[in-house]
């Protein structure tokens, strides 16, 4: 996977990116930690301790590095170190998450859009649930209007698959559930 792709040439719909209180707090707590890893001790220099600079570095990035940009017929995703472009009749479902939004696409793929519409447990906080919610309805209301102007199905939703699987499961079991084994063709040759 590539660290860098080109990004759709169709209009941008929407673009997001990690709320405004991560994009201040992560890189003042980095500064800090860089500033406390360097600064003297008691008066007297000792060796920093650079473990803390790779670790501060991350944390400045994660905030600020990572976007998504829905344009009409694809979503570019920038993470923190990676980027993606997904096509937008790929995406079966979306859904956020603590780490980010997460979206699945049709072959069973997965990607985190890291620091970006993650859900928190207080809803009042700057970013909170309500604009995951927003975003997964725009990112669908997007896909299907894409589907039906190039009179496309769209995929299945993997979590109604599962369950449809669990529940297929459960009512015949185990045995009818899965295929019979076949012995397997290793060419006539016999291992010990």
């Keep these: 996977m590539p660290l860098r ?7 941008i719909v929407a673009t997001w990116r990690a709320p405004w209180w991560q994009r ?9 930690m860089l500033l406390g ?6 008066g007297e220099p ?13 944390l400045a990035i994660y905030p600020l590095r990572p976007r998504l940009r829905l344009h009409e017929d694809a979503m570019h995703v920038r993470g923190v170190l990676l980027s993606r472009v997904i096509p937008i009749e790929e995406v079966s479902a979306v859904q956020g998450g603590y780490g980010g939004l997460d979206i699945w696409w049709g072959d069973g793929r997965f990607t985190e859009v890291s620091s970006i519409g993650e859900q928190n447990n207080v809803e009042w906080f700057p970013g909170g649930d309500g604009r995951r919610y927003l ?8 896909r299907n209007e894409y589907l039906r102007a190039h009179g496309l199905k769209s995929r ?5 698959e599962q369950e449809r699987q669990r529940r297929e499961f459960r009512e015949r079991g ?11 063709n290793d060419g006539g040759k016999r291992g010990i």
């Design 174 to 184: 185990w045995v009818e559930h899965n295929p019979p084994l076949r012995p397997k």
């Design 46 to 58: 000792y060796e920093p301790i650079w473990w803390v600079v790779p670790f501060a570095a991350l």
């Design 5 to 11: 792709v080109t990004p759709p040439a169709s209009p």
């Design 135 to 142: 975003m997964r309805d725009l990112i669908l209301d997007t």
């Design 24 to 32: 201040i707090v992560f890189p003042a707590v980095a500064v800090t």
């Design 156 to 160: 299945p939703d993997p979590h109604r």
């Design 37 to 42: 890893s360097l600064w003297p001790y008691a």
